[in-house]
């Protein structure tokens, strides 16, 4: 029946399909979506949103706000160029809201904000809130700070506390890469003895590179063999692999310090075969090779298991043909099997180097002073040291350096593809 | 399936019952672990419990990084220790920030035998509103016996690389190591606070340190320098006074210890704002802290009492039957190139030296 | 892989070089965990071996390690914690994991590459940023310190091996199954709950042995997280080894590889259950 009009087709209770399978597929859509929803939702509040502040604390400068309410309304008078200090309505501010953190105990963490910036605050108002409780204001406020402390009457004071006025602050990555802000504004790299970040990013990244090429090197035969032999043998040598990967990474890291102590096994083992003497067993802990060596061992196993999955699925009547063509076994590998193997190399890589990158307990527990990485630094400014906001700055670069990385990996190997053995 | 929910529901039972099973009390003293910490045990800890039979002590050693993580219970608004154990300029910094209370010394703690009040029979001790005296020790130097010839007899030859080769161990802090630095290199033991608050003071302590930087391995708990002397891993090393004598005369081992140059501290308690008992530790502090309990506490190591009426009933060793009052750090003999310690100069520049510290480490 | 007849002598000393480096380098993989095994038992208080033991004399060894693993009220405390705080993470995490796969799963789902960067973020991010984020976090909202705290935390951490075991296990999955089921009058749910569900369980249980062991061995995050109350095996280990190493922390660690092998041969089991269920056999 041919018509003027195009047959609109419907299911069998009268609605057009098209409209039907929309809503068929949004069903679809739907349930799917809300399987999806409730581990969405559990991760947005327990991760996502955790590293979230995280980011939010490394700029984070409410801490001036909250404990000089006057004085940081008064300095925005002042004039950063200015060559005078402040008025003594700003010092006014400065003698009540000392008083007020003074006795409520607060104001000394602002003292430890800035003395992050400028060694000598911390003391500085420490000694001020002992004091600011007799004063007695009786004409200038000025001269009665500056008589409780000299530093009160010094410009670079009251520079650094313009500077870090505000709600918000860049002072801590500043400091991530070892720079800091002058009294004139200008930035500069710190002086020689206070630089540490930028060479601990560099160190961590060379010893993670380090690790990664050993792993490599250490992973690429091994996984050779295993996709080579037969089913049933790989099967039991893979034990050899998957036992260390499930194997506790502290119980690895112990068992490093006892075989690399210098009372440990591999020194007397070393010392008892004559190889070294007695009084020169090897330093292999607490240093850069205790890390090195440690680490490898644990990251291996991550190496070694995509480099098997993807050699597993090349032919070997690849190599074969390229035998039977005239090829050399060192030919046929360079030219035939390695290219296909690039892609294992790489997932496997950029895993052990993601995760080397991030490692805190080994470096902690077998590299001394000289083969601590960055996270160790990040532990120890929310532990010891207290500076969340260095620690937060840290982090961030850090995690961005991870990310650039995964989206790498993303495009050679796809999140999706991801296998775990 | 079925199985499993059992199990689930016995599991979250179990846990309930476990949270409330706790109507005695639990007090959580944190202090510096081994033979300090044991002395604490058998002179306060468990006289103690045993006339509070409902009362357990817990011991947790993480003194060494009180302060910190005082800071960072309170910041995250939830404090579990109930005493800390803190030396004297943590006491002050903590008492600054109003992260410890506030003692009132005559009420909350026990007067002398002779009725004398206890901020009298505390007398100077008492540097802080919140910090409650205990002992006074020293950092000093151990070294082992058996390694050098020539026996070293001053503080400065753990800087000489050449009489006295071998590795070294301090203490992974500024201080005393920035004094000790400063006096080895010729700055009179008075001035030494002088030239610390200076830039060139603090860099030319550096500058010693670094010279045999290389030999140092650094250690953060008093047991470690003990187990590194023991084990021959260094031969030359900073302790506390009171573990070199546990290691000395109660294990003895091939180690002699220096008095000269000993950096004299002060080390008491602080109670956390906030601890989840705090009714139960005054009880406690008036005990542990008074007279016959401070003169207790020498018969197990050997640290001075700082109550003025402790001080003569100082007798033996409980199990070795030494005269302790020879070891303490404040007997007259031993007192010869000590240093005293600056408490409201470090309370001021701690954190700052620290981080200085921390950096010059890594490099 | 074995030697082709026609291999030339220069082809079978590479051979047999190669095989001797693979040698070396599985035990370079293994030899540290077996070490531990012996050690454990060290009579003295030291973390090698020492020369009474190298000669097997029998009051060389003891299992003194082990004892007071079993006594002391640290460790004890730890191990309980241990317990509890992995067996709730994992339920919590193989539970949202499992229904986050079979969605994840469905042809059609949209910003799939997004959403599943966003769900397995948790195992990317270096630990310590993890750690110190949910430590900042968590201490706002007055989580720090406590058991739930914590288990919210290990279970968010260990959601993506779920995801991921489950989502490979559900890529061979046959959903001709299903369609079959509901072509035999079979709903919805009851196709779920007796066609899926047996078939994935393998995945299931893989995804929520890998979430118990992120939990169990996971020690970063404990210690920022928790407090001296919700120390487990790895934060006790961890303050151990840092302190003063005794052998007690040997005597856990073989403790711990046993549990390990023990993983090992289970996983290995299920495996073969799968390869039996799906028909395929080992070639």
Redesign the interface.
Known sequence: MANAEAEVITTADGVPLKESLKKALWQRKKTALLLVAPLFLFVLITFLIPIFDMLIRSVDNSIAGEQFPGVVVEIRNWDLDSTELPNEATFQALVDDFKVGAK???I??LG?RL?YEQ??M??LF??T??KIKKLEVTESPMAAMIAIDKKWGNIDTWRLIKRESGKYSSSYYLAAFDAEKNSDGSFSMKSE????YV??FWRTIRLSFTITFLTIILGYPIAYLLSTVKTKTSNMLIILVLLPFWTSLLVRTSSWIALLQ??GVINDILVGIGLIGDDNRLAMI?NETGTIIAMTHILLPFMVLPLFSVMKTIPPSWVRAARSMGATPFTAFVRVYLPNTVAGIGAGGILVFILAIGYYITPALVGG?KG?LISN?IA?H?????NWGLAAALGTILLLLVLALYILYDKVVGINNMKLG | MKVILKQ?LL?TAA?GLVATAQADITM?VVSW?GAYTKSQQRAYHEPYMANNPGVTI?N??SAS?GA??L???V????V?WDLLDAEAPNAITLC???LVEEIDFDKDLAPAPDGTPASVDFGKSLISDCFIPQIAYSTTLGYRSDIYDVAPTKMADVFDLEKFPGKRSLEKRPDPNLEWALIADGVDPKDVYKVLDTKEGV?RA?AKLDTIKDQV??W??G??PM?LLA?G?VAFGSAYNGRLFEAIEVNKQPIKMLWDGQALQLDGWVVPKGAPNKAEVMKYLRFATDTQRLADQAKFISYGPLRASSAPMVGKHADLGIEMASHMPTAPENMKGAIFYDFEWW???K??L???F?????? | MALPIHATLTERIWHYCFLTICALIFAFLIFPILIILPLSFNAQPFFSFTSEMLHLQPDAFTTKWYEEFLTS?NWQGAVKNSF?IA?FST?ISTFLGTLAALGLSRPDFPFKTTIMGLLISPMVVPLIISAAGM?FF??RV?L????IGVILAHAALATPFVVITVTATLTGFDHSLTRAAASLGSSPTHTFFHVTVPLIIPGVISGGLFAFITSFDEVVVVLFVG???QRTIPWQMFSGI???ISPTIMAVATILIMISVALLVFLELMRRRTERLRGITPH
């Open positions: 409520e105990k607060t000394s963490r430890r003395n060694s000598g911390s003391g420490r000694k809130a002992r003895d206070r630089r540490v060479s601990l210098k009372e607490h002073t601590t630094f120890y929310i532990s010891t040291s207290l | 689930t599991a846990l959580v672990g817990v947790d050693d990084e910190s993580k800071r960072a219970q910041e995250a608004g939830n579990t600054d920030e109003g860099d550096f391995i650094w953060t708990k047991s470690q187990q084990d891993e309370a001021d520049n954190d700052d620290a981080e200085r921390e950096s010059w480490l890594a490099k | 009220r509890i067996f339920i430590f968590y201490s007055g720090q310190g406590t058991h407090s001296y109350n840092r302190e003063q």
